[in-house]
């Protein structure tokens, strides 16, 4: 009778449980004033810390910056013309136009075509898509060695002010959106950006923002590594910030496969530790936040400005003080460089996709306020990246001795910005190039152009594909910053010959066969 009695008590127990409204879903609750407020507050606190940032950008490399910030108001007027903003906004316009459900393809052809320049997993993006590749292998790593830059992390903030308090939704718009230049740790960086801000919605606490969004993304990811070895220092050293960067310096500043020859580092995984560094030391103080992050160096505009606005939600725009908003006003009707959007346009587009978000997901909004269905942070899938691969070392045609050029070559040097690094370019199709190398990859580094043509590459005698240096404008000419021809990882550790055959075909839009070659960059 006992067991009978149980039996029948438990089904009849999970009814009432249900009927009660144990089962119905948990709603963050926000007036639209609040959202509202938090979403101005966003977008302000980007405007203004990539201006704070700004002048200090890739001039303090794996060294600290000491000297003086100076900040007056008016200086948020160029963040009109930052791409920091402009980049995401393109893919808010496609959105908008299309719908939030907008497919991979039709986001990256407008990326692709958009007006504006582009450098780094970007360009590269842009260069594979226009060279056929679909867009979902646009970042893959045998298609990009860009793939774990930063570039994604900079352009991912709108992704969590549109999906406030709902990571899940938060991470399958950026999937969509980082898939098409972020791969592995360039991915997760995106995702974890976003997750900071979607969190700020919830929590006021800036340990807690952290702690949740690392749920977002594979803990077994250099990325999340990273991010820990800079919670760890912080917990260590919670008065010496100082300290915690040269932890991270000493692990993992020689760390980015993209310009490894170069104190510059681009990679994700580096910048978003000093994101945490900012947040963590900066006890939320908009100026102080911004200012350890600046002190970090390298990419300062964009960490300056992806740790501000997690404040700018934390905080909302009438609580931002006014020695860092007041000008905005002035200037929120003007349109950001390369798009339709001002302030004003944006802050009215984020509140609408807010709405249609929060219903999709099962919320509502109603009488003024926002009824959002919580969301548990599910992390990302696992993406194998670059990991640990390091540099063994590179060599360049300046060392011409260590290179066999046949003689359709010919010397060629930029004199442009600072870089006056000898090149070799072909000159006719045919044009042949051996050198060796010892390691276990190599990549060959040099320039696109509106006249360059096609090659087939050789390893150990065998053809692994033809590259088309085509580009649609001169590119890769920038001091550390090569346009990466061919990579190639995984080979069997030992001596290897990389061969370079100029093809006699050409892209038809192409004005020549030359083939821009300034050095290889060999791993191990």
Known sequence: MRKRTLVILIPIWCLFMALSGCNQPKYLEFSESDILDKVKGAWAAKMFGVEYGMPFEFKYTGELYEGAIEWYPEMVVGSINQDDIYGQLNFMMTLERLGLDAPMDSLARNFAHAGFPLCHANLQARKNYFDGIPAEELSLPENSIHGEDLDFQIEADFIGIINPGMPQSSNALAKRIGTIMGHADGLYGGIFIAALDAFAYKYNDIETIINESLKTIPSESTYAECLRDAIHGYKQYPDDWRKTWQLLEDKWGA???????????????????????????????????????????????????????????????????????????????????????????????????????????????????????????????????????RMSYFQQVKDIEKWRFDDKWDDFAYNYGGDNDPYKVANAPGATMEVDFDGTGVSLLGSWNVDCGKAKIYIDGECQKEIDTYYREEAGLYAGNRAYLYHITDLPKGNHTLKVVVSEDKNAASGGNKVYIERIVVYK
């Open 255 to 389: 760390n980015d496969v993209c310009t490894p020859f170069d104190p510059f580092n681009i990679d994700a995984k580096l910048n978003g530790a000093y994101i945490l560094l900012g947040l963590l030391y900066g006890e939320g103080d908009f100026e102080k936040t911004m200012e350890i992050a600046v002190r970090c160096g390298q990419d300062t505009d964009c960490n300056s400005s992806n740790a501000a606005v997690v404040l700018g939600i934390i905080h909302g725009y009438d609580a931002i003080p006014n020695h860092f908003k007041s000008h905005i006003e002035k200037i929120a009707d003007q349109h950001f460089l390369h798009t339709n959007y001002s302030f004003n346009k944006t802050v009215e587009q984020s509140m609408a996709f807010i709405r249609e978000n929060v219903i999709a997901n099962g919320g509502k909004v109603a009488n003024g306020v926002f009824y959002i269905v919580e969301q548990e942070p599910v992390a990302a899938d696992f993406q194998k990246g670059f990991g640990h691969l």
